[in-house]
């Protein structure tokens, strides 16, 4: 079994930074993609950013140039450097991963628990 515990949500103020944290643990043997998600109330849930084990990332629009996602694959580690932070990035963010391992290497989607943003005003 794997688990992806994330860590550094808060409350901060609109143009303020946070950084947050995944990390994976358990019967793993490689992580292709990890990523961020986020929903905020009423809405569904949207992909922030992802990142390949290889470096290549992916942003929402809406985040580009403000958030940053990074690795480190020896720790099995996501981190989400969130810089210029605006009221509307408020949301619970989730970390994500595809997790190779387990007896037979088989490859499955994870979720972490989610950590809550919010930005005031």
């Known amino acids: 079994q794997v688990q992806l515990v994330e860590s550094g949500g808060g409350l901060v103020q609109a143009g303020g930074s946070l950084r947050l944290s995944c990390a994976a643990s358990?019967?793993?043997?490689?992580?292709?993609?990890m990523g961020w998600y986020r929903q905020a109330p009423g809405k569904q849930r949207e992909l922030v950013t992802d990142i390949t084990s290889g470096g290549t990332t992916n942003y929402a629009d809406s985040v580009k140039g403000r958030f940053t996602i990074s690795r480190d694959n020896a720790k099995n580690t996501v981190y989400l450097q969130m810089n210029s932070l605006k009221p509307e990035d408020t949301a619970v963010y989730y970390c994500?991963?595809?997790?190779?391992?387990?007896?037979?290497?088989?490859?499955?989607?994870?979720w972490g628990q989610g950590t809550q943003v919010t930005v005031s005003s």
């Open positions: 994500n991963a595809d997790v190779i391992g387990g007896r037979f290497m088989t490859q499955r989607n994870y």
């Open positions: 358990g019967s793993i043997f490689g992580i292709s993609v």
